[in-house]
């Protein structure tokens, strides 16, 4: 859970971009973590609807609103071919959201 908490806090922290890129850093960590054979570090869904929803809220109403849609995107995609964990109805609203921000 300590993840998970640091997770959210980044994807809350209201500081954009870079909130969403740290997010994500410690979600490719613990993915890593976990393929390593750290069974107590499993990203579940809710780490990956963290970092989406940091994405989609990173950059809204400028010019990186798309780069920042295009990375939520590419985050679910991997959900969906690589992790373990599936998307949910959330993972696919919040990046629905991303592409419409």
Same mark, same amino acid.
Not at 17 to 45: C, D, W, Y
Not at 62 to 78: D, G, P, S, V
């Given at each position: 859970?300590?993840? #998970?908490?640091?997770?959210?806090?980044? &994807? =809350?922290? +209201?500081?954009?971009?870079?909130? /969403?890129?740290?997010? *994500?850093?410690?979600?490719?960590?613990? !993915?890593? @973590?976990?393929?390593?054979?750290?069974? !107590?570090?499993?990203? @579940?869904?809710?780490?990956? +609807? &963290?970092? @989406?929803? /940091?994405? /989609?809220?990173?950059?809204?109403?400028?010019? +990186?609103?798309?780069?920042?849609? #295009?990375? /939520?995107? #590419?985050?679910? #995609?991997?959900?969906? =071919?690589?992790? *373990?964990?599936?998307?949910?109805?959330?993972?696919? !609203?919040?990046?629905?959201?991303?592409?419409?921000?």
């Amino acid at each position: 859970y300590s993840y #998970q908490s640091v997770i959210t806090a980044w &994807a =809350k922290s +209201n500081t954009g971009a870079k909130g /969403a890129k740290r997010a *994500e850093k410690i979600l490719q960590h613990m !993915n890593k @973590l976990h393929k390593s054979g750290n069974p !107590n570090v499993k990203p @579940l869904t809710m780490c990956y +609807n &963290a970092v @989406l929803e /940091a994405w /989609a809220s990173s950059n809204s109403g400028n010019k +990186n609103t798309i780069q920042a849609a #295009q990375r /939520a995107e #590419q985050i679910l #995609q991997f959900m969906i =071919k690589h992790g *373990e964990e599936q998307p949910n109805t959330r993972s696919i !609203n919040t990046v629905i959201t991303a592409w419409a921000s």
